[in-house]
Every structure is written in structure tokens, then in C-alpha cells.
């Protein structure tokens, strides 16, 4: 099993934003800000020395919870100072940007890096839906058209025109190509089943974030017979896990730290939308129109997602010393299938030396244990 | 908003008695009442016309502003703003948008403090009840008309301003000191509860643009919306951005964030 360090890059005062979204920008100032980026850093650093196999970044808007509204310019950074590590785009919202740049982009990084990218794209939080004015109803049919292009122009070997329902292009000649061939792996972040179908089909890894084991091994199960009936099987490494993790030296270590942590209102703030702004992102990706004098819950086609948002807010998957947390990993390991875990250090009122403690821990009395399964 | 695709409403006249003052106002549409206070110094425009598509719409011509005669015993902006909420509440006595432009936004924001009850959703377009630096731009009423637009040639799209009316107009304004910063109303921005939309044209001469994060942070459920290439008199210089931005909030309320415009390109 692998292990990746999700870059969540922080804002380190981030215990102080409203609890709603979007945080103001006044909450922001540059001197934190180039400080966060710089302990980031530090812990992408760490985490390559003790032998993590990937970096992942992100992309979120307007919080400051992961500064990384463009996760491609993160990763370029990172890749500066990390050398061997591969580095994931764990995820791009697609849907909501120019495929061909977002191709171009990769070319670019991957070319970089000497190769080291994997892409990831995924729909994301209802507020993920809003900073750039797509309507969500056509979220879905853009990522799906999308991934299509982009995966079209990494691999066409002539300039193309394209057709599409959302994006039309009369010249397509994405320069340059990726170093890898035919193109970087592609992992589809999701756990909607049409998503999954499409991994499934396009021969594309799937990652699953901060769910249960139990759903993640229902969620996996589909996607390997969809697999089965596209004629292939996953290879570990596209089999991807995310989750929030809290290392101490031992489970009481770990234990009273949580208990801290919740008294200060453990899970990230300036994430909460108007209740029916929420609502309405929800309305809008079922196709429905939204009535703002309802005080419904979100229709049913969404409340899945909705609800798995709201529950899993603040949870962490895996608390505990470094024999319960190796446990807890190979759990999914076994029951899933996960061949990547992807690793968030980062809580809502951790601070940097900490979570360079617990790489740190993790590196030296977990990692070794990973690779035995 | 679909009901744009309704045929254009027509307008009526009526006059209320109010605290001494007969108030004129045109009134066109149904459906959810939607209060508009301004000078009306150019008649009805676009932005009267495409919310009387999808509401009742009712367009006040406040005391003392336009072709009304000299307001000389309303003493300040908080009881001129009580007038209008008699006014608004015998023409609509349950809840309403209130819209208010310019001077008119400065007594809509009052109206919506000392009103609150009946305000379910408020829009202030180029407000100058919050100026940081004190005061708004002083002009002469020939310097006026081409402070109010980013481009000096949209004054011709509207009817001409006349210098008797300005000069009126001004002189109401100093005496409730409508010029100055109202440190009393900045005060008591807290205390609005409804959503609001706050409108700014990114080239305004007049109002303090910059007061916009005053608003957006100290009433709880604002809206900041800034109007590209457009002064002081939206109105005039980007019509349809106003119009499109005033309706959807007006439909929509704080849900207006969420996009709806299609990017289709072919099915």
C-alpha cells in the first residue's frame, strides 16, 4: 500500500474564519499566507524524505482552508522542491474550466516533473459549484465532456476540431505533450455512480474520499464489475483513498488530542453555505427548479451526496498510536482494495509543528508497515 | 427570469396622502410587490420595466426629489424614510423588496432599519449613506450630469437633467445631510436581517464605491454586486447589467449566486 501526502496547504490562522463561505478576503494576510505556503513545503519535503510515495494537491475556492484555488501552480511549486515524489492533481474541477488549458497545463507539468503527474478530476462541495457561475445542472455533462477532451488532446498526434455539447474548438494541438505515454494516469474523485461508471469504462482509477470503509468497499465492489464488464481490472495505485488523520505516539496520545481538537470545534470553518444556497446547488444538479420559499431537503437524486457531506464534516478516519492507524489502513486495504491512501495532517487546530511531528511518526512507524500490505 | 418573456407592462399613475405630502408613484405588474424609491429624474427606465414583468412593481417619487414640490418639513433622512413606510404600507401592507437608487437607496436603508417587518428583501443601488472619507463628491448642478456616467455621451440615452431640479434635489440632501457620512445608519447595518443587494458601478464619481465591504460586512445576509463600465446613474451607462442583476436577486434573493445561464453549445 501507498502512502500520499495531501498538500492541503492551510491557511495557518484558519481557526479564526467564519464559520461561513466564502471567507472574506480580509481574513487573509499575505505575511500568514507565504508562511503557510512555506510550512506546506516544508511538510511536502518531509513527507518525500521518509519515503511517502505521492504529493496530492487540490483545488478549493475562496476559504483559505487549502490555498490552492489553482492546484496545477501548487503542484509546479511543490515539484520544485520535492524530486522523486509523484505528484497527483487530487483533483481539478474540470467543469469549471477551459479543458484544452487544463490539458496544456498537464503537458506542461508533466514535462516538468520528468513525468510525475497523475490527474485527477471530480465534481466537488455544493460551494465549489458557485465561484465560477456554472450552472449546476450542467456540472456533470461538462466534467464527463471534459475528461473526454482533455484525454483527446494529450493523445491526438494532429490538430483536431471539436464538437462537443459545452466546449467547441476549431484547432486543437496541445504542445507540449506529456512525457507520459499515452498520457498521465487519471483518477475520477467520486462517489456517484455515474462517475464511477465512467472510471469504469474510460479505464480510469477511482478515488474515494473520507467515507466509511464499509462504503468505500460497496463503492469499490461496483466499480470492479463495471471494470470486469469493460474487460480490465484496476491496478492498486488506482484505487485511491483520502482521509483525515490524527497520529500520536500512542492511542491515548491520539485520543486526548481529539478531544482538544473537538473542544475548538473540530472541522474546517468558512465551509458552510446559506442552508438554501445549498439547497438550490442541490435543485439545480437534480434539474429541478429551485422555489427559495421551500425549506425542503435537497431532492432525492443529491441527498445522498448532500447527506455524506454533511456527516462526514469533521470526522477523522484514522485517529489513533501507530499500531491502530496501521490497522485502521489495513482494513481498507483488504475490505477496499485501496492501494493509495491519500493523507490529510492538517485539522482545523493543528499547527505546523505538529503536523510535522506526525509525518514524521507516520513515516517512521507506519509507512514501513504499509508496504507489507 | 422567464417572465421576461411577458409583454411590457403598463404603467399608472396614482398620488397618496402621506404626513402632509402628496406622494406620486406609478405602479404596473403582479405578483410580489417590489417598493422603488428614487428621484425618478428620467421617468420609468428599463429597470421599471423588466421587474413589472415578474412583480407589481411600485415606482415612489420621494418628497422633494423630482417634478414633486420643495420638501421643506421632512428634518431627516430616518423620518422621511418613516413617511415613505406609510406610503409603501397602504399600497402594500404585508411584505415587500424594497429598492432604493441613489438619495432614494440612502432612505430605503432607513426604511428597511425602522421597518424591518415588512422588508423581506432590500436592494440599495449606488448608496452614499457610507462614505469613509466623510463626504460625497460636491458638484455644481452643471458639474452633476457628467459626474453621474462613466461615459458622458449616455446622457443623451436619457431625458436631460433640469438644473432647477438638481439644484432642489441638493438642497434637500444638505439639509438632511444626506451628503456626509451617516455614522448613526453604519451603526445600525447589523440590524438588517433580510437579504440585500448592494449595487455599485465600478466607475461611480459620487458615492464611495469602496464603501461596498462596509455593507457586505456588517449586514449579515448582504450582496455585493459591482457594475463594470458604469458611474454613478447605472441606469444610463449599463442598463441591461442592472436590470439583470436587480431581477434575479429580486427572484432569486442570496440564491442569485448560484448560476443558471446555460453553456450549451449544441445538444
Known amino acids: 500500500m501507498k502512502a500520499s501526502l495531501f498538500a492541503q496547504m492551510g491557511y495557518s490562522e484558519r481557526h479564526k ?31 518525500e524524505e521518509l519515503g511517502f510515495d505521492w504529493i496530492s494537491t487540490s483545488e478549493h475556492h475562496y476559504s483559505g482552508n487549502r490555498l490552492t484555488p489553482n492546484p496545477v501552480v501548487m503542484a509546479a511549486a511543490v515539484a520544485q522542491r520535492c524530486k522523486r515524489v509523484k505528484i497527483a492533481l487530487l483533483g ?54 471534459g475528461m473526454d477532451l482533455v484525454q483527446k488532446a494529450l493523445t491526438e498526434p494532429q490538430p483536431f476540431a471539436w464538437e462537443g455539447r459545452y466546449y467547441h474548438y476549431r484547432t486543437v494541438s496541445v504542445c507540449p505533450q506529456p512525457v507520459q505515454k499515452p498520457m498521465p494516469p487519471i483518477i475520477v474523485a467520486t462517489r456517484s455512480e455515474d462517475a464511477v461508471r465512467y472510471a469504469a469504462s474510460h479505464k480510469l482509477g477511482l478515488a474515494i474520499s473520507y467515507d466509511p470503509v464499509d462504503q468505500v468497499a460497496k463503492i469499490v465492489e461496483k466499480y470492479r464489475e463495471w471494470c470486469q464488464e469493460a474487460g480490465w481490472q484496476p491496478t492498486p495505485d488506482q484505487i485511491v483513498y483520502r482521509a483525515s488523520i490524527l497520529l500520536g505516539e500512542t492511542d491515548q496520545a491520539a485520543e486526548d488530542r481529539l478531544d482538544e481538537l473537538k473542544a475548538g470545534g473540530l472541522g474546517d470553518r468558512g ?10 446547488v442541490f435543485a439545480a444538479r437534480d434539474g429541478k427548479e429551485f422555489d427559495r420559499r421551500t425549506r425542503e431537503a435537497p431532492a432525492a437524486g443529491s441527498q445522498g451526496a448532500y447527506q455524506a457531506v454533511q456527516a462526514r464534516r469533521g470526522l477523522l478516519t484514522f485517529v489513533g498510536g501507530p499500531d491502530t492507524v496501521a490497522g485502521q489502513l489495513k482494513e481498507f486495504h483488504d475490505q477496499c482494495g485501496v492501494g493509495v491512501v491519500d493523507l490529510g495532517f492538517q485539522q482545523s487546530g493543528t499547527n505546523h509543528e505538529e503536523v510535522m511531528k506526525e509525518i514524521d511518526l507516520f513515516g517512521r512507524e507506519v509507512l514501513p508497515r504499509m508496504r507489507e500490505f | ?42 421617468g420609468l427606465t428599463h429597470l421599471h420595466h423588466t421587474l413589472a414583468t415578474a412583480g407589481r412593481v411600485i415606482a415612489f417619487e420621494i418628497p422633494g426629489l423630482g417634478q414633486s414640490p420643495v420638501n421643506d418639513r421632512s428634518t431627516s433622512l430616518k423620518e422621511l424614510a418613516d413617511t415613505m413606510a406609510r406610503a409603501t404600507a397602504m399600497v402594500e401592507p404585508s411584505g415587500h423588496t424594497l429598492i432604493g437608487e441613489s438619495f432614494g437607496a440612502n432612505v430605503a436603508l432607513w426604511q428597511a432599519i425602522q421597518s424591518q417587518n415588512n422588508v423581506e428583501a432590500l436592494i440599495l443601488i449606488s448608496p452614499s449613506a457610507i462614505l469613509p472619507s466623510g463626504r460625497f463628491m460636491a458638484a455644481t448642478p452643471g458639474e452633476m450630469p457628467s459626474l453621474l456616467f462613466a461615459h458622458p455621451e449616455n446622457r443623451h440615452k436619457l431625458p436631460q437633467l433640469d438644473p432647477v431640479v438638481i ?31 448592494v449595487v455599485f458601478g465600478l466607475e461611480d464619481k459620487i458615492a464611495a464605491k469602496e464603501s461596498a465591504s462596509v455593507y457586505r460586512e456588517k449586514i449579515p445576509n448582504c450582496n455585493v454586486s459591482i457594475v463594470y463600465d458604469a458611474g454613478h446613474a447605472i441606469i444610463a451607462d449599463r442598463p441591461e447589467a442592472l436590470a439583470s442583476v436587480v431581477s434575479d436577486f429580486v427572484e432569486r434573493r442570496e440564491t442569485f449566486i448560484v448560476g443558471r445561464q446555460s453553456g450549451l453549445v449544441n445538444p
Request: with cysteine.
Open chain 1, 92 to 145: 481539478q474541477l474540470l467543469q469549471h474550466h477551459n479543458p484544452i488549458r487544463c490539458a496544456e497545463e498537464v503537458g506542461m507539468l508533466d514535462n516538468l516533473t520528468g513525468g510525475r503527474v497523475i490527474m485527477s478530476f471530480l465534481r466537488g462541495l455544493a460551494s465549489e459549484d458557485i465561484p465560477y457561475t456554472m450552472n449546476p445542472a450542467e456540472g456533470r455533462g461538462r466534467l464527463f465532456e
Open chain 2, 1 to 42: 427570469m422567464a417572465a421576461t418573456q411577458r409583454a411590457p407592462a403598463q404603467f399608472k399613475e396614482g398620488h397618496l396622502e402621506v404626513d402632509g405630502f402628496q406622494i406620486r408613484y406609478w405602479e404596473a405588474g403582479d405578483g410580489d410587490s417590489i417598493i422603488m424609491l428614487g428621484a425618478m429624474p428620467w
Open chain 2, 167 to 197: 439644484t432642489k434635489e441638493q438642497q434637500l440632501a444638505q439639509r438632511l445631510k444626506a451628503e456626509t457620512h451617516d455614522s448613526e445608519a453604519a451603526n445600525r447595518l447589523g440590524e438588517i436581517q433580510c437579504p440585500t443587494l
Open chain 1, 271 to 280: 465551509m458552510d453555505l446559506r442552508a438554501n444556497v445549498t439547497r438550490a
Open chain 1, 17 to 47: 474564519f467564519p464559520a461561513t463561505w466564502p471567507v472574506p478576503p480580509s481574513y487573509h494576510d499575505p505575511t500568514v499566507t507565504m508562511q503557510s505556503y512555506e510550512d506546506g513545503m516544508e511538510e511536502c519535503e518531509l513527507a
